[in-house]
C-alpha cells in the first residue's frame, strides 16, 4: 500500500535496526549477534507515528539481515503506509518473490537499496542474475547499489569484481574492514595507498578516529533506534551507551536542538552506506 502523503524534503534519518539476526556467517562481521529482534512491531510502528518526524527518512538495517524478520513485511507496510521515505541494506540473499515484493511494495517511497556482496556466502553469479532481474522489473528505479569488503588479501579479487561490476553498470563500493581494539571497540584496519587506490574509497566517508569533538549533526537530523526501542545519538553511541535519547516504547524522546560534539573514538556513520548529508540532502548518481 503506497501512502498518499508523499514527503519531498528529507530532513533527517532514522537508522532501524529491527533484528540481529542473520542467515550468512561471515569470517569478518564483528556485530555480535544475540538473535533480538522488535517483537511487538504494531506497537514500534504506533510510537514511530508519535514521536519521528514524517520529514525523516526510516533506513532499514539488520545488525544482520533485515529480510529474516519474521514481521518484515507489515513493518514495510505500516511504514510506507505511515507516509515515511525508505532505504534499506540488506545481503540480497532474499528469493527473488520476496524482493520483487519489496520493490512493488515500496514503489515511489523507496529512495536507496544497497546490496552487500560477501562471497564466502553467497553466488557472484546468482547475486548478479537478481540485481539484473530487479533493475528489469522495476526501471524507474535508479538508486541501487551494491557495497562489499575491503579484504586486503583479495587484491586481484576486488580488481576482477571492479570489472564485472563495471561491464554491467552496476554501482560498487568497497567498505573498509574493521577490527576489535584492545578497548573491545572497532577501528578501521589501515591500508596502503596502493590498496586504498585499488579499493577507491568513497572520499566522503569518515576517517574514524579523527572526528572527537568536532561537532555532529547526529542526535539532532540522524538517530539509531535498536530491536528493543532504544534510541541513540548515532552507530558508536549504541555501542559504547553514550548520546542515549530515550527509549521509543516507553519514553519521550529527546531530540538535540542543534549539532553537538561527536563524543565517540570511531565513528561508524559509513557503516550506513554513505554519510548523514548524503543521505539526507545530496543527489546520488545511479
Known amino acids: 500500500m503506497t501512502s498518499s502523503k508523499k514527503i519531498k524534503k528529507i530532513n533527517g534519518v532514522a537508522i532501524w535496526f529491527i533484528t540481529d539476526s542473520c542467515n550468512y556467517r561471515c569470517s569478518y562481521c564483528f556485530t555480535h549477534k544475540s538473535e533480538i529482534k522488535v517483537d511487538d512491531y504494531k506497537l514500534f510502528l504506533k510510537n514511530i507515528r508519535k514521536k519521528i518526524p514524517r520529514n525523516w527518512r526510516f533506513y532499514i538495517m539488520g545488525g544482520g539481515e533485515p ?14 503506509d505511515s507516509g515515511y521515505r ?8 532474499a528469493p527473488i518473490n520476496k524482493l520483487n515484493k519489496f520493490f512493488k511494495m515500496t514503489e ?21 542474475k537478481k ?14 547499489f ?5 579484504k ?11 570489472k564485472i561490476f563495471s561491464a554491467k553498470k552496476i554501482r560498487l563500493t568497497f567498505l573498509r574492514l574493521k577490527k576489535p581494539s584492545p578497548d573491545k571497540e572497532f577501528k578501521e584496519i589501515s591500508y596502503s595507498p596502493e590498496e586504498t587506490k585499488i579499493f577507491s574509497f568513497p572520499s566522503c566517508f569518515y576517517s574514524s578516529p579523527k572526528l572527537t ?14 530491536p528493543t526501542g532504544n534510541i541513540f545519538r548515532c552507530i558508536s553511541g549504541s555501542n559504547t551507551k553514550q548520546g542515549y535519547l530515550g527509549n521509543l516504547l516507553t519514553d519521550d524522546i529527546i531530540f538535540y536542538k542543534k549539532p553537538k560534539p561527536c563524543q565517540e573514538r570511531f565513528c561508524f556513520c559509513e557503516d550506513c552506506y554513505v554519510t548523514y548529508k ?9
Open 278 to 286: 548524503r543521505l539526507t540532502t545530496l543527489p546520488m548518481r545511479s
Open 86 to 93: 525508505l532505504s534499506i541494506i540488506s545481503n540480497f540473499s
Open 146 to 150: 551494491v557495497n562489499t569488503v575491503a
Open 152 to 162: 586486503k588479501e583479495k587484491m586481484e579479487e576486488a580488481k576482477f569484481l571492479k
Open 213 to 226: 569533538g568536532k561537532l555532529c549533526s547526529s542526535g539532532q537530523k540522524s538517530a539509531i533506534i535498536d
Open 131 to 144: 540485481i539484473i532481474t530487479i533493475k528489469k522489473r522495476f526501471p524507474k528505479f535508479k538508486r541501487f
Open 108 to 128: 515511489g517511497n523507496l529512495d536507496y537499496f544497497v546490496a552487500s556482496l560477501h562471497l564466502e556466502q553467497a553466488q557472484l553469479q546468482v547475486f548478479i
Open 67 to 80: 529480510f529474516t524478520h519474521p514481521n518484515f513485511f507489515e513493518i514495510i507496510n505500516g511504514l510506507v
